[in-house]
């Protein structure tokens, strides 16, 4: 298992978990059939994975072109095009922001401690 490039499944949850990287197992089970090694579906291919997350910060290999500029990450959206609100929810939504805002005005809430 050391230094081999996978690690079961078991061991790969329990190393997020341990890092305080909670999801829930739907989240897990899509991780793990993206990066589980195709020969044995019971591992999770590790090296591949650390990759990808550290595209995040930088390019691999750096350290050998030390003038490369890495390019800018460009996180892909969440929002899904299709769930927008049209223009009567839109004026719902705002009018009950509206009354939201005005009990909290008259009434001195505070509601950042209750989230």
Do not use: C, W
């Not at 999801?23 to 059939?33: A, S, V």
């Amino acid at each position: 298992m050391l230094r081999k490039g996978s690690v079961p499944i078991s061991k790969f949850r329990t190393v997020l978990n341990a890092q305080k990287i909670y999801l829930t197992n739907e989240e897990y089970t899509l991780l793990e059939e993206h990066y589980k090694v195709s020969t044995d579906a019971t591992k999770v291919n590790y090296v591949l994975f650390n990759e990808e997350m550290e595209k995040i910060f930088t390019e691999k290999d750096l350290e050998k072109d030390p003038l490369k500029k890495p390019a800018e990450f460009k996180a892909p959206s969440i929002l899904d095009p299709k769930d927008v609100l049209n223009e009567q929810e839109e004026k719902e939504l705002h009018e009950a922001l509206i009354r939201i805002g005005t009990e909290v005005k008259h009434k001195r809430l505070l509601l950042k401690p209750f989230f």
